[in-house]
């Protein structure tokens, strides 16, 4: 026996023997050890916390879980209406668009009717057009019809300040202030 490795197993194996044969003498004679005692009831109620601390932990997981499925399912429904708005929204701007862009075909070609004819000839009535005009005012200034929104213009007022003066749009003084740049054009040919 020169290796040192049996020499190891013989004094574990030993070292076992000696471990189950005192514990089942003390045992016999009725004497426990009171440290081994101490550690199987701190053993015991290290696992009844344990227990506890994971019946806790799973009630709040399931709550958080219920928690986070009701904001999911309000969050989704928000998210549904907030699409429909979004979808009508957009059909409806798209047919503003649309109205703005005849509103402004109809507007430039009016201005032409009014450029091109004579003040006191009938005014020629194009297709498309929903309402006939008979004759031309002899007084379609524009600046003279809006006197006053020129005046604030040329004191150098905002469209905002003019809209709540006069009590008018803000589309509407834009619109004037083109027909009248368009007129001016037209009345220097």
Known sequence: MDQP?????LFGLIFIVYATIVPKRSAAKGQANP????????????TAELDEQNKA????????????????AKLSSRVETLEKQFTQTSQEMSKLGYAHEELQKKTVHRADLISTSEFNQPMVIVENEPEPIAELPMAMNLKTRYAELFT??????????????LNMNKGEINLIFQLAKQEEKLSAH
């Open 5 to 9: 490795w049996v020499f190891i197993v």
């Open 35 to 46: 440290t081994i005692r101490e550690i199987e009831e701190t053993m015991e109620h290290f």
């Open 57 to 72: 932990l799973i009630q709040m997981l399931a709550e958080t879980k219920r928690d986070y499925e009701m904001q999911a």
């Open 152 to 165: 604030l213009y040329e004191q150098g007022k905002s469209t905002d300040f003019m809209a709540k003066k």
